[in-house]
């Protein structure tokens, strides 16, 4: 069967069920654009190309499977090296598709012409020029391969214009064999003299604290870490990209570490003196001054990628493998050493739809209820260690203070929205403040509900995130949490949901400040507040929001907050915008100064208790 290049193109994606394509048209890319109208996939029309990049990212955040953009060459392609540098840092499958002026004008500054390949060769797993429209299926296999396998990342496909319009003759890889990437082979097993060390270790620690990083999620792993912790009675951190990958009201739960992290999840990791990282790097937002982090501890680190384990601390046994493969290959090391299962009905609840065991927001589970499997021989005892940890949360929880007829607190609003909504509701967050107080106030008891920017933190992330997110779960409830200052960078993709009836719903913490770099300067920089003011009124939020055909809505109160939610709830065809005025100058705690150790944690303003 002959084809054009560009034919070939969208029929590979098909043999890749792919079902949406998130992307703006332009020039080099027009071939393909037209034999769209003929496919089955889905084309969203972004109102810019970042917003088309983040919209894969959100996509791919929640379902799993790699998102897929497509935008023109030069400036098409330059708008999205944002997401594609977010995706990489995350390790979120994507796979980009560009079009490129016609092989014959490459190297001539020809019109919208940009060396996309080289651009973007830092910041994605791998990427491809096209020359030969025959070696479209096989690139595009190869692509989605690579984004998917291993620890997964952004890939991105530049395709000249005159190879879309040039004749193939069809034919789809029949497996692996036929691809062409030699020495790509992600190791998935751990080693096996490495597992039963790690075993071991877990055996023999008396502070042990589970570190569970987002390659948990990547992985599948919730269901296996879930037994993990069950199994051995040991505690566990979710790190900002991991949370929902452990329940957060499962009593081992003691939530996020780093540098906004609860008071008790930075301390424990400094106190331990085994720390498990699985799927997690050491950031240095969780680690704080490394030479200063977790003195104590001796270190088990799992990670798919290679180049993770010791780049950061030196393990004391590195595992390379898939997180979901290792835990259940150290599940039987343990047993083989005495650990048995957990004896009696573990704790209950929902499964998610990727399978993984979940915990109904409703339902609490109670502190003390899960135990150990039969104990090994000689394994010290770690009901001291449990003791300290439920002491510190009862001594430093999480704080604010609401006064009556008062400023609106952001936390009372995230806290209003986690109780209105479903249990499973996807959760978006764009960067900054609000990020920090929606990571702590919410409670993830399910895997792929909490969709943010780790790594690069990127500004505008939520709303296109949030739209893609729909997209691919278009049975949750997604609600955007944003700041004004993020909201302004990418609001008009809410065009985009209305326009393609996306029911989005984004809340605005509106403090009318860049408020992480307010509270930085108000900290750090003795108050002299540079560039950060936005204006509470500039623009106007409910009236921007209905010209892009959105309901508006603004809160001044907190008797105002949960009427709004309600309302909101209600609509579901259309986008909403609710816009809370909320108190400029409310700080997030706890926090640890950047370049300080954990241990020197500042909780609440006075730096005591906090709030209330």
Not at 57 to 79: F, I, K, L, Q
Not at 468 to 481: E, N, Q, S
Request: glycine letters at 10%; aromatic letters at 6%.
């Amino acid at each position: 069967m002959r084809l054009t290049g560009a034919q070939a193109l969208i029929k590979s994606l098909e043999m890749q069920h792919v079902e949406v394509i998130f992307g703006l048209p332009g020039g080099a890319i027009l071939p393909v654009y037209d034999p769209i109208l003929d496919s089955s996939i889905r084309h969203v029309l972004v109102r810019h190309e970042q917003g088309a990049g983040h919209m894969a990212e959100g996509y791919a955040h929640v379902t799993g499977r790699p998102g897929v953009a497509m935008v023109t060459s030069g400036p098409g392609a330059t708008n999205i090296v944002t997401p594609l540098a977010d995706a990489m840092m995350d390790s979120i499958p994507m796979v980009v598709i560009t079009g490129q002026v016609p092989t014959t004008a490459i190297g001539t500054d020809a019109f919208q012409e940009c060396p996309i390949t080289g651009v973007t060769m830092d910041i994605t797993k791998h990427n491809w020029l096209v020359t030969d429209a025959q070696d479209l299926p096989r690139v595009v296999a190869e692509a989605f391969h690579v984004a998917t396998t291993g620890r997964p990342g952004p890939v991105l496909v530049d395709v000249p214009k005159d190879v879309s319009n040039a004749l193939m003759d069809w034919y789809w890889p029949a497996g692996i064999d036929e691809l062409d990437l030699p020495g790509y082979k992600p190791q998935t097993e751990g080693d096996p003299e490495q597992i039963r060390k790690a075993a071991e270790l877990m055996l023999g620690a008396a502070r042990p604290v589970i570190y569970a990083g987002g390659g948990i999620l990547k992985a599948r792993a919730a269901e296996a870490l879930r037994e993990l912790a069950e199994r051995t009675g040991n505690p566990v951190v979710t790190t900002l990209m991991a949370r929902g990958s452990f329940p957060d009201r499962h009593p081992l739960c003691l939530g996020m570490p780093g540098m906004h992290g609860n008071y008790t999840a930075v301390t424990a990791m400094q106190k331990a003196d085994l720390l498990i990282a699985l799927g997690s790097r050491f950031d240095d937002r969780v680690t704080g001054k490394i030479s200063a982090f977790a003195p104590d501890a001796k270190i088990i680190h799992v990670d798919v990628d290679p180049a993770e384990l010791g780049k950061v601390r030196r393990p004391d046994v590195a595992i390379a493998g898939d997180a979901r493969v290792v835990i259940e290959e150290l599940l039987r090391a343990l047993e083989s050493l005495g650990l048995g299962p957990v004896g009696g009905p573990s704790v209950s609840g929902d499964r998610s739809v990727s399978g993984d065991r979940s915990v109904r927001g409703d339902r609490s589970v109670r502190a003390g209820s899960v135990a150990p499997g039969s104990p090994a021989e000689g394994r010290p005892a770690i009901a001291p260690w449990m003791a300290q940890l439920r002491a510190w949360q009862e001594e430093f929880p999480l704080t604010y203070a609401q006064e009556e007829g008062g400023a609106l607190k952001p936390q009372l609003v995230v806290e209003a929205l986690r109780d209105a909504t479903p249990h499973d509701t996807i959760v978006v967050a764009g960067v900054g403040q609000h990020q920090m107080w929606a990571s702590q106030y919410w409670k993830f008891d399910n895997p792929y509900t909490w969709v943010n920017s780790g790594g690069a933190g990127t500004m505008g992330f939520a709303v296109p995130a949030a739209i893609g997110a729909k997209v691919g779960r278009p049975d949750k409830m997604v609600w955007a949490i944003d700041g004004d200052g993020c909201f302004q960078m990418t609001a008009q993709e809410l065009v985009t949901a209305s326009a393609e009836r996306i029911p989005v719903k984004v809340a605005i913490l509106n403090n009318a400040y860049l408020g992480m770099v307010r509270q930085w300067q108000e900290l750090f920089y003795e108050e002299r507040y540079s560039e950060v003011y936005l204006s509470p009124d500039l623009p106007d939020y409910v009236k921007w929001a209905e010209a892009m055909g959105c309901v508006g809505l603004k809160v001044e109160s907190a008797e105002e907050v949960a009427p709004a939610i309600e309302k909101a709830n209600g609509i579901d065809d259309r986008p909403v915008v609710i816009d809370f005025r909320t108190d400029a100058f409310e700080k997030v705690y706890p926090m640890v100064p950047a370049g300080a150790s954990n241990s020197d944690i500042i909780v609440g303003p006075s730096g005591g208790e906090g709030g209330r």
